[in-house]
Structures are given as structure tokens and as C-alpha cells.
């Protein structure tokens, strides 16, 4: 499919790649993938239990007593899908396809974040003629959910204090700073009880997405948090059962669809309950979702305009289901769920400060579950941000538990890494990068906690709406960074 583009080396990597599933979570293929690489090069390299890789390879002739370089991704990706698809992302391989210059999956993610990391360092250390010091290839795993793979990994095979991480999404543009974060897991828990009503199917889909670090600013739809204001809305009229809750796909991810099924038991303004009348019912439950649809197109017009609240029914029956009044205290704790750029940086203008999105939600036999990632380039704002989640939870009544907490990646003001590139930029370019810092998260933070001094800088080839079924990589910008990745490890 991809052996007519180039380059063709990195082009063949990424197409084996794309048939190798490695969503969050599901990456012990990709990672016995890349183990293969090595031993079939005989390559040094290291497999941990979790499954991250480092490949070494030592330095071409003449580049022996140059210091070593670092080249870095990770091999999950987020692994989503457009609604009617039948692909088994746990199972199938991606079907590659090409528009003009871009390169996408059909009906789900491309996973070019961070799959291309992965292609480049593989074309490199395969490739005969290319010039480079000792390269260290550092793959890790669960990046998308929680920088899980970074945070257990071992340093101590790695030699390099020069960092080159292939993990960003915009050519040109070098970054040399980003956010921290975490995820705050919100656990509500209760238990069923046999009750009788109108079950409603309430379903809200056809939003954009996006990386919740990337596009947060762009103030996209939020399908969780729109469920909870349908909900609440659907509450202020009806005594409500909830009976199953999903949405998202992962943390970070701005999700585009979420769902309930629920059990209508009553009209809530009635202090002596009479019998629904169905017909009545549906009606009203159909208008409010009608209403609720219009003010939402109104509030996201160039934004989301196609977002869509679906609602459905089935004949009244008994069914075991969440109560009446932690249903109400669930709904209402799903629509004051904070979403959104909280501040923006007063030290770099148009910079996202501080934001967060609620990205999953589902719901067991007894529990509720809500995953919300947090993030900030200050510490004591992140902080401050997740007691408040924490105590928004209490209100409710449900627990928290804060996992994947990861550090921001200070901004350096000296960086030979960054200025020799900036330099081999210039020359092949004709102009210089820009560099910046960036609100969303990279690895680059969690490996220069773990070894003093590390240079880092991060690249890559341009890329289009990551994290959703649309996502799209530019061909000729993968064969520019390509080219300048080579200039960069000769120059090193």
C-alpha cells in the first residue's frame, strides 16, 4: 500500500506497524515487534516486563567518541473508531488509505502518534550508509494513558544525556517545554434495586474531539459532560434510574460520544406518584432532547455544529437499576463536572495554563466510574485543580484516587541540543524553528527527572486532528523531518 512513498524505508516500517494492533493497553505485538527488530539485526537491546524496549545501536566510523543521542516515542496509540465500524482494534490491523498528501486510517485513528517515532528509529538503525554517534531507540509503552511505560522504565543501559523525542505533531516547531498531569479517578458506588418504568436510551454523539492537550483551547464539546446536562435537564422533569453509563475512550481524549440507558419511574414534580403515561412521556423526553440539541448547536456553532442527541425507548418493565436519589446525586455530579482551559499562561502568551477533561465514563453492576485528566505547567495549579475534583466527588459521594501523576518538562534557557539543531535547521531550511512550550504532555519531563542534566528537544512531522477517526499525517512533511533527522545525528 505505502511502497510508493517516501521515504520507503520509514514508509515500510510504519505500514508493518499499522498492522500490528497497539492500542493503550493492548501493546505486548508492538513490543515483541520491536524485540524481533533488534535480535534479527543483532542489536543490543532490553525488553522489560512491562514491555517498553531500548535498541542500541553503537556509533558508525568516525562517530565513536561523539556523545551519544537518545531518540524516543511511544508505541500505544489511542485507539478510536467512527460509530458504525465493525474493525476490532484489539484484533485488526488499520486500513491505510491516501488523500493528496495525507495518509489516514479509514473509519478509525492512524496512531501516526506515535507510530512515526517508531518508523524513524527503525529506518535508522537499518539503514546502511547513514552517519550517527551511538544511537539509544527508547520505546515505551501506555504513554497515552498515564505516561505508565516512562515511569517504570530502567535508565541504567542508557548512556546518552541528549534527548531527541519524536513525539510532537507540527513540523517546524521545537518544543522545549510542556505540562504536567495526572488523572483523577472519581469511584461512586451503590447497589441495585428492582424497580418499574419506561426505559430511555439517551445517546450523544457526532462531536469532533481531539487531544485534550492539543485542542482543549479549540472548546470543542465534551459528550460526557453534555450527557449530565442532558440528564439533569431530563431530571428536572422525571424521576430517573440509571442503569448503564458510557463514554470516551481514554483520559486524555476529548470524547465524542457517550451514552445511558436509564429507567423513567415518575414525574418529579408530583408529591403523590401517578402512573406514567407512556405515550405523554416519550414525547416530552423526545422535545427536551430536541431543545437541548438546538441550544447546543447554538452554544458550539463553528465549533461542533454537528453534535447530536439520540433518544430511543422501550416498553415499560421492571429492571435492576441505580435508585432514584443516587441516580439524581450521579447526574448532578456529571453536570458540574468542570471541562476546559481553566487559565492560560501569563508567561507565554496563548499558551494553555491550566485545563482539564473528562474523558471516561462507565458504570458496573455497582460502580461508577469517572476518569478525568488534569493538567498544568504549574505545579500548585494542578494541585489546586485536583482538590477540587476531590471535593467535588465528596459532595457526591463518590471516592478519588490520583494515578499517573507526571512532571512538567521545564523550559531551559542554555541547551546545546536545542541550538545545534536550531543550527542544522537554519542551514537546510533557510530559516530558523520555532520554539515553544506546549500545554499537552510529553515523556520528555519523566526522563529528565530520571537522568540529571538530560538535553532534550522534541520534533515531528506534521499531523492532523490525533486522538479521532480523522487523524492524518502529511507525507511530505515526514519526508522533509526525515531528512532532517539524518542532518541532525550527522551534526551530532
Known sequence: ???ELEPANVFAFFEEICQIPHGSGNTERISNYLAEFARKRDLEYYQDVLGNVIIIKEATPGYEDHEPVMLQGHMDMVAVKEPESTIDMQKDGLKLAVDGDWLFAEETSLGGDDGIALAYGLALLDGEGYRHPRVELV???DEEVGMDGARALSVSPLKARRLINLDSEEEGIFLSGCAGGARVNMTLSFERKLKQGLPCRILVSGLKGGHSGGEIHKERGNAICILGRVLARLG???DLCLDSLEGGVADN???V???A?????????QEEKEALLEEECQELVKHICAETNAMLRGELADKDEDIKIEVSFEAAKKEEVMGEALSKRAIDLLNTLPYGVQAM???MPGLVETSLNPGLLSMSDDKIRIGISVRSSIDSAKEALIGKLKSLAYLAGAGTEVT??????????NSPLRDKMTEVYKDLYGKEPVVQAIHAGVECGLLAHKIPGLDCVSIGPDMKEIHTASEALSISSVRRMWEYLLKVMEAL
Not at 499517573?404 to 534557557?413: F, N, S
Open 1 to 3: 500500500m505505502l511502497r
Open 139 to 141: 520505546f515505551t509503552v
Open 236 to 238: 428536572g422533569k422525571f
Open 253 to 255: 481524549a476529548i470524547p
Open 257 to 259: 460520544m457517550a451514552g
Open 261 to 269: 440507558n436509564l429507567l423513567i419511574t415518575g414525574y418529579a414534580d
Open 345 to 347: 499562561s501569563s508567561a
Open 404 to 413: 499517573g501523576d507526571y512532571p512538567g518538562w521545564a523550559y531551559r534557557k
